[in-house]
């Protein structure tokens, strides 16, 4: 059973257009962070959110966390080729002390 | 170092043979993280170190798989008998978790990776 559903699984653009990933669950997460990661590298985080309605933006990238925090969405404005890569979110659950649970990923391809 | 630093970076085997991974986490950081992670897919939890001791280990998928860590240092994650669905990137994570840390934000820093092979 995976915890965290990300949708799409893989998203191709065309630079300048926006596009929305969404991470959503039936259980409650202590915190959400979204990282990105690329080929042959390591995940590296974007961005932590712990509050329920919590909207952060990190330049052209928006995050919000669900009000009962559930749910959360990454926002990509005007997108551009660097933005392409594996985009992961992961929550905390307060039960099961430091570990994370991951989404499958979306992989997001950009176009020149 | 300044970052996690993972070896090999890629590792090639034969189907039955044993192989060890290492992690060298961030200096200070408490906690560590073993993962693994299939071809275009997110990542699977194997192991948590909090120093060197795995209060959770259940994400290991079998008795083939162990690890160890050193006080709060070098960690090692063995493969005994590897098989061919062992093949996936493994990926480690270091993190500090401060002793108060109430509703941590637990934030990890991964390493690149070791690609292993098992043909």
């Known amino acids: 059973t995976q915890l965290l559903e990300q949708s799409p699984q893989f998203l191709s653009i065309q630079e300048g257009e926006n596009l929305t990933v969404y991470c959503n669950s039936s259980?409650?997460?202590?915190?959400l962070q979204w990282y990105r990661q690329e080929p042959g590298e390591g995940p590296v985080l974007l961005v932590t959110?712990?509050?329920?309605?919590e909207v952060k933006k990190l330049k052209r990238l928006t995050f919000q966390f669900g009000d009962a925090r559930k749910d959360s969405s990454l926002h990509i404005t005007a997108a551009q080729p660097g933005d392409t890569g594996l985009y992961l979110c992961?929550?905390?659950?307060?039960?099961?002390?430091?570990?994370?649970?991951f989404g499958e990923g979306t992989q997001l391809t950009v176009n020149p | 170092g300044a970052g996690v630093s993972q070896s090999p970076s890629n590792k090639v085997t034969e189907k039955g043979k044993d192989v060890e991974l290492r992690c060298d986490p961030i200096?200070?950081?408490?906690?560590l993280y073993w993962y693994r992670q299939r071809l275009g897919q997110g990542l699977e939890f194997l192991i948590y170190?909090?120093?060197?001791?795995?209060?959770?280990k259940s994400g290991l998928p079998s008795d083939r798989f162990s690890a160890e860590r050193t006080g709060e240092s070098v960690s090692t994650l063995t493969i005994q008998r590897t098989q061919q669905e062992d093949s996936a990137v493994y990926l480690c994570?270091?993190?500090?978790?401060?002793?108060?840390?109430?509703?941590?934000?637990?934030?990890?820093?991964f390493g690149a990776g070791t690609r292993l092979s098992v043909l």
């Open positions: 994570a270091s993190s500090f978790i401060p002793l108060s840390s109430g509703r941590s934000k637990n934030i990890q820093y």
């Open positions: 259980s409650v997460f202590s915190s």
């Open positions: 959110v712990v509050t329920g309605g």
């Open positions: 992961a929550g905390a659950r307060e039960t099961s002390g430091s570990r994370l649970t």
């Open positions: 200096s200070g950081h408490t906690a």
């Open positions: 170190f909090q120093g060197n001791s795995a209060p959770d």
